[in-house]
Each structure stands twice: as structure tokens, then as C-alpha cells.
């Protein structure tokens, strides 16, 4: 007979209940015996009876199996486990490598690791600039930067974190750098003149750096921000939101970016190693995969700090990690402990903050973004502090996916899913209608309209603006409709009205107020995604032909006429079309690319390439794909059904482009893909291959210059290379052209260019040459004059910061893709600005535009999730020929009447 379970007695500690209900869940699963338990579970028949026996916690595992062996629900499990292990979680030892909540420190330096080339590139200005600005957003790590990166790089400097008397702070601490004075006396010295700042420094300690924290709440004491900008060696650092309050003081700025997966494993790996610790690799690649790239690292110390209380002798284990709970604990305990401690009114407010901060996918699926709040500053600092809203330059967001996770907000979010789907709208078309410059055609009526005016507290002030406009745009709308009904009723005697009612001649709408109305309904057809809108612009346009008409007949012309991907392709899958737009990569469900032929109006599927293959470069003839490990491929493209594989590329080698016919192809040689994340190491190098037998590329030697590129293009034939390389230390870019032959000459003078370079586009008969500038966006385009220097023609801005990707046509034309806005402009060689000739907010994705000579038309990613490309036409003469030689331009009698009434028919072929 089996033996009894020890009894627990009184349950009157958290440890014992929990062990309590451990054993009334195994209860009420019929009460299984341990050994039946051990075969469910994979664990001992003794490991499973002392996880229910209350004298310590037992492993989250251990506990997890019994819970599932017992057929029990392991969320609530999992978050009963970890507060029981908060309380039960060993103090901190002495030497922990990690700082935990709180920033590096002074004493930390030996520790702090991943930001040596950035306290580089600081420490040079310093020596050059009399005043350098760091720039970083909230959680970038500024504090620890100063404290442990850059003061003890330098041979003399203080830390100073102004407050509200920012003077005296820096008195303060000059006091305890300076002999024989006192924090009081310097103050009193420097109310009296900020310059004594300057002089006393010259005089005491002339290599003396003042390193300024938290710089941005200094920055309305004058007589502060006076004295310190007058002193030989300062680095001040600011929040990226108050970036704009710093542009007046002309110093050095040094924008503070997020680490990538080579420097944040060392600040994961190094401190540990400092102590004779090891790091499991497990718990490596999950913090690089969740933080890498993004301003987390505050999250990453507070998960290591965790890990490091639930080590296995001095190893950093997965199963310690997995106790800890991951960055998603840490955010959930940081958020429940932060609402909790807002009183009534500021957690209404805090709510409001986190709603604003989501939006929601077409398939309800929640993502983070990016929003400007007009709300209290306090309670966004408060959030920035507490590590759960991240403050940038484009205004505040989610400081991590895993708040999204946090059970609260989850359930808020499903709480106001409605309404969060109605604001996710309004926020897009405000932007739309921004982007449009103010078009009244984009502002909010109808149903659209009611709907946004119940949102209420959802509205910032600018989405209530936007909602008064258009409340007050449709009321003179409807006023200006009544008094023309009126005028005519008073004018016309009744017998004529009459006459004119039989004769469906009645116009009580106006030509302007017709069109517009056609013009809302195409909108909305587009909307809806439903057919006839090029219908309905026609009608707009013929009857009131304004910019806006032309403008809304384009896009509902290539939203009639879109070429989906039907089938096969997964929802928002990755699109490369080749060039002339006759083929086009597509990603299947499963995550393998399969080629298509792409006609005037619709998509064929072709065959598919390896398993997990996707393409990264397509050219007419030649595709690269990259397979699951990260290794490049090349490929033979005949067709969209004759697709043949050549020869893996180098086991490092990463594409950067491949010329348009297929003859070469530049890239990078070096980095590993440890994890999936590409790690650059010293080795990395530029490599050209020649593809005339392209089953064995054949590599050609590079000048030592090129070597370094950091960006290339190739001309459409190959024959030309552009490269940019990047000089930290002057923040130039320099562009370099190559004839690309048995020999490498120089094809046109170096253009430098001040900024970094992010990409580079040649034309296809090498005219033309894009240029991309990073972090602006901004696109130049510049003439390319045989054996001379290249000529600037155009200069392409936008609203958004994005990557832009470009193409040209053979007649001179220019298109830009930056996310969701599609912009075409006309080139001129005689020095005359360069004309817009379309600007479409809402379609791109992200994706490189394709013009098609023979279809004049450009191919566009579709802005919805589901893969289509849309084709653009320019010309609306052509679009108007087109539907009325097909006999698609004309309404039905019941179309017209449904949403015109008895308004006469407006004729829309043969008008011009």
C-alpha cells in the first residue's frame, strides 16, 4: 500500500497554500499517483511529491510539468510562480556584473561593455569641438554612457545632472574638482557672471570636460546654458524629444543609436566573463532576438540582474532565465507596480496614453506606435522613467513589444477594440490628409465622421481639429445645397419646375458639388475595395477637372485595375519585382518565394524556389535568394515557369545589388548569421563577382578605396560601379564611380557628401544617379555627365524619415516609395526644378515602384496587407481612353440614379 502524503498543517504562508493547491489540482484530477504523475510529466515520482510538499519552491518547470500532468491551465501557474519567486528570489551578492533598474555608474566602467566605438567617436569630438551634443532616446542609455563609457575615457572630467537650480549643480560640482572654494562661493560667483565658469576652469583645470546629464531640463536657465556653452570641452546629453530645444547651440551632434546584436552580446557576455561567469547561449540569443536594434537595454539589465539571482553556480542558465520570466516579466511588473502607485485621475490618463499607443491590424492583431501626445509631460516622464514608453524624436511609443503583452492592457485593448479601430482610421487619414497638404477632398464626412466624433477621450487635440474641420466643412456643404434649392425654388415659377422635373433636367447641384460628390463616392468604393470607383472619378473629373479629381482618378484607376496574388501567397507577403515589371517574386504561406509573369492587368504563378528560399535581389534574367541559414543563392529566371538554380554564393557573402541585367552582382563578404541576426566582424570586406559563367561567379579585384564601401550600386549593364564610404570622423560620405572592366578606372571626379549615405540607385541608361541620405531620407538625384562631375537636377523630401526606394524611367521621370507614400517627379537637364507629378499617400509598403514602358504605367505595392501591385498611370487622357475604348467608364441607369438622383446624366467619352 502506498504511502500517504505528509500532511502540510496550517496553510498560513504563500509557499505552503501554494503546495496546498498544488495538491487539491492533483485532487481534482482524480488523484493520480506520483508514479502516474512522473510518466505524464517526465519528471521523478520524488521531484513531483516534494513540488507538492511545501518545504521550498520547486523550479518553474518541475512545477509546470505538474501542472499539465494534472491537465491544469499553466498561465496562471506561470504568474503564481514568479510573485511566489519574487519573495523567495536570494539577495543580490556584491559582485553582481549588472546594474538591475538602475543606470551604470562611475564604479561600473569595468562592466560596461558594447558602446566602445561610440565613446570613441565622442571622445575625438570632444578634443575637436568645444561642444557636443548627444542625442539618444529615452532608455538609450545616456546616464551610463557619461558615467561608466566616457568620463573614465578621459583624462579630466565631471558629471553634472542639472536640477531645478542647474547653477548651483554645476557649482557644486566644480567644488569638488577645484581647491580651496566651496560649492556656495562658486555659485554666488557664477550668478554674478556665467563666464567665471569659463575663466575659473582655464585657470584651475584646463583639460577639464563637463559632462552634462539629463541636459533637457536645463535648457530654460539661460544663465546656465550661457556659462556652459562658453567653456572649452562639454558634452551635454539630451532626450531625443527635446532634440529640436538644442538647435540653436551649434555644437557637435552624435546621435545615440540603439545597440546592434554584436554590440548588446558583449554587453550581455562581457560583464559575466569580467567575473568568471558564463552566459548559456540559449539566454544569449533570446535577449539579442527580443532587444537587439531596439532602445531596451534598461529591460535587458533588469532580465540579467533576475536571471542572475536564479544562477546555477556562475551560469547564467535558460531554465534561471525561464524562472525570471524574460523581458515580458519585467515589463508586466513594472507596469502593475507603476499603475498601481497613480492615484484615480492619473491612472485614467495613463490609460489613455497606453491605448494611444496602439493600433491594430486589419487581422486585429495589436502593434506598437509611433504618436506625438499633446498630454501632461510629467506623466510621459514618469512612464519614460518607469521603462514603459520610449520618448524619440517622432514622439512617444511602447517601449517594447512585451508591454503590448501586459494582461491589463490586453484587456483594454479588447475592451475598446471598436474604438481603437475607428481611431487606427482617423490617425491614417489625418496623416493622409497632411501629407495631401490640407486636401478638403480628405477630410472626414458622412458615417466616417459620426463615428469619429464619438471617440471622445481617444481624441488628442490635433484629432479633434481634424474632427471639427470636417464637421464644419460638411455643414457648408449641406448649407450651400439648401440655399441653392432655395434660390431656385423662389425664382422659378412652380410650372416651369414642373416642366423641368419631367424632363429630368433638374440641376439643383451644382457642378462643383457634383463632382464632389462623385469624387466621395470613388473614395469610398476604394475604401471598401469594391468596383466602379475609376466610375465615379471619371464622373468627378469630367465634370469638375481640378488637380484633386485628377488625383483620385489615377489612384482609383489603379485600384480598379490592381493585379493581385491569389492562392498561394501569405497575408503581407514580401514582393520583388523585377525590372520592366514583367515578373515578380512573391512569399507563400509557408516562407518560400515563388516566381509570377505579370501581364497588363494580372499575376500567373510560376514555379517556386528552394524550401525557405526568399529573394533578396531580381534582376530580369538572375534572382539571389537567401536561404534559412542566411546563405545567399544564385539563380537562372528565364521565365516565371523556368527558374534553374546555379551556385550558392559565398558562405558570408551579402548582396547589396546586382545589375539589371544579371551580368554582376556587389555585395559584402564577412559577418556570421549566429541566431539568425548578422554579426559584422573585422573581416568583412567588399567583393564584385562577374556572372558571364554564372555557375562560377568569377571575382573581380577592387581598388583599396572600394574596399571599405559601406553602399554600391550597379549600372543597368554593369558596367559602372558607384560606392559611398563613410568617414566617422568627418561625417562625410564619400561617392566614388568606376568603369567596371578588365581594370578599374575612375568614371567621374569623388562627390562628397556630408551626411551618411544609406543607398544609391543608377537609372537605367545611366543618366541619373539617387542618392539617399540616412537618418533624413532625403533623396538627391544627380546628373550624370560622361567623364564629369555629376550635376545635382533634384532634391526629393518628405514627412516621413523612412527608407526610400527608388526608380526612373526613360523619359526622366523619378519615383519614391517611403512606406506608404508614393511620390514621381520630372527631371530636367537645363537647371529647371524638378516638376511633382504625383504625390500618393496610402500604397507603397515600403516597396521599390516598377515602371513598365509597355504599359506606361508604374507598378506599386498596394498599401492593404494582402499582396497586390496597383498600376499607376500618370496621364489622365490615357486612363479615360482606356475605359472608354473597353466600355468601362459609363454608369449604369440604376448606378446613376442610386447616387445622383434625377441629376441629368454627365456624358464622360468623347468630351474631349
Known sequence: MPRGERPLGPEDTALLKFAGDLRRLRDHAGKPSYRELARRANYSPTALSDAAGGRKLPSLALTLAFVRACE??????????????????????????YPGREPFGEDDAKRFFGRECLVEQIVESTRTKPLTVLVGASGAGRTSLLAAGLKPALDDAVVITPGENALEDLA????????????????????????????????????LTLLVDDFEQALDQQDFV?????????????????????????????????????????????????????????????LVADAANQHALPLVQQVLTETWRRKRGMTLSQAGFEEAGGIEHVVARAATGFFEGLDEDDRRAAKRVFLRLVSLQRNGIAQRRTRRLDLDPRLLGLLAKARLVTLTEDGAELAHDAVLRWPRLTEWI?????????????????????????????????????KAKDLGDFLTVQERRFVDISARRETRRSTALIAVMAVLLALVPGTVVYALANERKLTELHDRELGGKAISESEALMEQRQPYADKYALVGYTVNPSIEAEKVLRLANAVTHGIPFTGTPADNASVQVAPRGELAAVTDEDGTDRMWSLDEDRALPGKRFFDRHTVVKLAEHRAVTKDATGRQHLWDVKSANDITYLTALDDRFRVMDISADGSRVAGKIGGVDEFGLPTPDSTERTALYDLGDPRHPRPLPLPASVRDAGTMALSYDGRELATGVWDATRSTTTLEFWNVG???????????????????????????????????????????????????????????????????????????????????????????????????????????????????????????????????????????????????????????????????????????
Open 226 to 286: 550661457t556659462a556652459l556653452t562658453r567653456c572649452p570641452h562639454v558634452v551635454v546629453a539630451v532626450r531625443a524629444d527635446q532634440r529640436d530645444r538644442c538647435a540653436d547651440l551649434g555644437g557637435h551632434e552624435i546621435v545615440i543609436e540603439p545597440m546592434s546584436a554584436d554590440q548588446l552580446r558583449r554587453a550581455i557576455t562581457e560583464p559575466a566573463a569580467k567575473i568568471g561567469a558564463t552566459v548559456e547561449t540559449a539566454v544569449i540569443a533570446r
Open 72 to 97: 491544469g491551465d499553466p498561465a496562471p501557474w506561470t504568474r503564481r510562480w514568479r510573485e511566489l519567486a519574487a519573495e523567495h528570489a536570494l539577495p543580490l551578492h556584491p559582485n553582481t556584473p
Open 172 to 207: 557644486a560640482a566644480l567644488a569638488e574638482v577645484f581647491e580651496n572654494t566651496t560649492g556656495e562661493q562658486l555659485a554666488d560667483e557664477f550668478r554674478q557672471d556665467p563666464d567665471h565658469v569659463r575663466l575659473r576652469i582655464r585657470q584651475h583645470r584646463p583639460g
Open 414 to 450: 479588447d475592451e475598446e477594440r471598436e474604438n481603437l479601430g475607428t481611431h487606427q482610421q482617423l490617425v491614417t487619414a489625418i496623416e493622409l490628409w497632411e501629407a495631401s497638404e490640407r486636401d478638403p477632398l480628405a477630410l472626414y464626412r458622412g458615417a466616417r465622421l459620426r
Open 742 to 912: 578588365g581594370t578599374f578606372t575612375s568614371a567621374a571626379p569623388p562627390l562628397p557628401q556630408n551626411v551618411y549615405v544609406r543607398s544609391l540607385t543608377y537609372s537605367s541608361d545611366g543618366r541619373w544617379l539617387a542618392v539617399e541620405h540616412s537618418p533624413q531620407g532625403i533623396v538627391q538625384v544627380w546628373q550624370r555627365v560622361p567623364s564629369g562631375a555629376p550635376v545635382l537636377r533634384a532634391t526629393v523630401d518628405s514627412v516621413t524619415r523612412s527608407n526610400a526606394h527608388v526608380t526612373f524611367t526613360d523619359d526622366g521621370r523619378v519615383a519614391v516609395v517611403r512606406e506608404n507614400i508614393f511620390e514621381v517627379q520630372q527631371l530636367y537637364t537645363s537647371g529647371r526644378p524638378a516638376d511633382r507629378l504625383a504625390y500618393v499617400t496610402g500604397q507603397g509598403r515600403g516597396v521599390q515602384p516598377m515602371y513598365r514602358p509597355q504599359y506606361g504605367d508604374f507598378l506599386v505595392r498596394s498599401g492593404a496587407d494582402n499582396p497586390e501591385l496597383l498600376p499607376y498611370v500618370l496621364d489622365a487622357g490615357r486612363i479615360i481612353k482606356k475605359m472608354c475604348e473597353k466600355d468601362e467608364a459609363r454608369l449604369t441607369d440604376s448606378e446613376w440614379v442610386k447616387s445622383f438622383g434625377e441629376v441629368e446624366r454627365v456624358k464622360v467619352c468623347g468630351t474631349r
